[in-house]
């Protein structure tokens, strides 16, 4: 007991240190695990803990990840997906392994080995790639979905793999490496199908396959509702972990991955009413379990070795990454991918992955790798996983900021004159174009974002290219004779130069700006801006009317309170906005501060008279 709670804290304490200072100077989360990993190695060692046992065990995050990534996906999305699936995954992994394994050829091993080293390191990390494509929210994009894709493939290859690996024994290595040892490594050391004839073990993997979807759409519900309905909670997230265990469990009995078993209950569950609730209760482990992982891998790193063959291993993580961002880029252009989404494929999914240490484990045990070969390779898999977060960091820093910075392209040439102009057509002026265009109003539409117009072209919308601050832009667009500019750009900096230099040069036209905080619509006032839309006021003042509605107020009543406060905030923010200064913070601003106390002491009681009076109304 001892031992354990020592282990559990000295695993505690590195992450709690590591993890925000990596944080803090933008590593990100994985790489600061890897890093707590390998400063605890030695510590490890002296205490003798088992670290290869200890990730195994840890590897159950990955599992619990695929669960909660299915269950926001829903079956139809993932038909919709097939494409990129059958592509790109199937491409990947058979490119890589075909290039890799000819070079190893090339460098003087047996074909046997050479195909079972393409193999091992064809696949990549899902525990990294998907904490970080989550992490920073780049999971919904393009480039993210693709990678999961191909993710998703690669669990489902390492079926096939662990079937081919026996196969490719060399005899003068039989009598040299342990069977049995790979067997409890990989997936095979519980499997009920081994030594079964190649259909029967079929129809059973299948059959498993059909009963995790049988479970999840006809049992869970009724199940879940019974748990529900006691009212215990710590029963429903116990119940969620054995939903869980079991799968993977079987999963495993019949030779599968885990984690696929995880992802298909995932997706079958993904249109449940306790979907949100399982996510909840499944997360915290997750977290915890990834956590352990990557804190596993940099500690299983032999530093001795590599240092001893430190050459060997710097060319093979080279020659793994270069052929797989060859492979990556190639079919990432195959099949459309863009830009930013391309690169983010393409550096995503370079390294090695958590299954290339169980495959080189049964390669080892079944004669396919030589024991030399086997550690090299369990350091280059090593060594890939730790550069990937700094892949991470060189998309973030170099890559996205060449397609994100501001477009140096001509303008376009502006071909007609509307009395209205809208600058930025995104979530906000997209919305008051179409508004316009339903009463048979004609605007003149101007944009910074070439591939958001290339988009709304597809749908014969018609936008033009330019950046709205420009003096020249604006001319040519018909400022001088326009009765009305709508102003919705994403940036404050760029609201207030438009919008300061259109009052100051075209006062008899209409500013309509949007503001984008509250403190931002004190600056457009004193810039002379007098008919100010904050981007989310109104969809505040509705939430609410409905929240007055739910407490038993009818609608008229609500509407009539949502009003008198409309009413009250619009007067005290034009009181308040005629003593901000634009270039001092309101907390330094005195006079504001003191103006905005005084207003509440009048106008909260005033407030809650007029409410007061409305709901007596309405009784």
Known sequence: MGNFLLLAFILLVAGVVAVPLAIRFGLGTVLG?????????????????????????????????????????????????????????????????????????????????????????????????????????????????????????????????????????????????????????????????????????????????GLVVLIGTYLTRPVFRFIAAAKLREMFTATALLFVIGIALLMVLVGLSPALGAFVAGVVLANSEYRHELEADINPFKSLLLGLFFITVGAGINFALAFEQFGSVIFWTAVLLASKMLVLFGIGKAFHLSGQDRWLFTLSLAQAGEFGFVLIAFALGNAVLPQAQADLLLLVVAFSMLVTPLLFILYDKLIAPMFTKTEEREADAIEESNDIIIAGRGRVGGIVDRMLNGAGYSATVIDYDSRHIANME???????????????????????????????????????KLVAYVIQNYPHVHVTARAIDRDHVFKLWALGCRDIIRETYDGAVRMGRSAFEALGQDRQAAQAMADAFEEMDRSSMIQVADVYKIDVPAWENEELVAKVREMRTEWDPKLRDMMDAIIKRGK
């Open 458 to 496: 597809k749908f014969g919308t018609k936008a033009y290219f330019g950046d709205a601050t420009r003096a020249d832009l604006l001319m040519s667009a018909g400022i001088a004779n326009a009765k009305l500019l709508v102003v919705a750009l994403d940036e404050k900096d760029q609201i207030d």
């Open 33 to 209: 695990y890897l890093l707590a990993g390998m400063a605890l190695s030695p510590l490890l060692g002296l205490l003798g803990v088992n670290v290869e046992q200890l990730q195994q065990f840890a590897e159950f995050g990955v599992v619990m990840m695929l669960f909660i990534i299915g269950l926001e996906l829903e079956p139809k999305r993932l038909w919709e997906m097939r494409n990129r699936l059958m592509g790109l995954g199937g491409g990947q992994v058979i490119l890589t392994t075909l290039i890799i394994a000819g070079i190893s050829l090339a460098s003087g091993s047996v074909w046997q080995t050479a195909l079972a080293t393409g193999m091992i390191l064809a696949l990549s990390s899902t525990a990294i790639v998907l904490q970080t494509l989550e992490e920073k929210n780049l999971l919904k994009t393009q480039g993210g979905e693709s990678a999961f894709s191909v993710l998703l493939v690669q669990d489902v290859a390492v079926i096939p793999m662990l079937a081919l690996l026996p196969l490719l024994a060399l005899p003068e290595l039989a009598g040299v490496s342990g069977g049995e040892e790979a067997g409890a490594h990989g997936h095979g050391g519980m499997s009920i199908v081994d030594g079964l004839p190649a259909w029967l073990a079929g129809l059973i993997t299948l059959g498993s396959v």
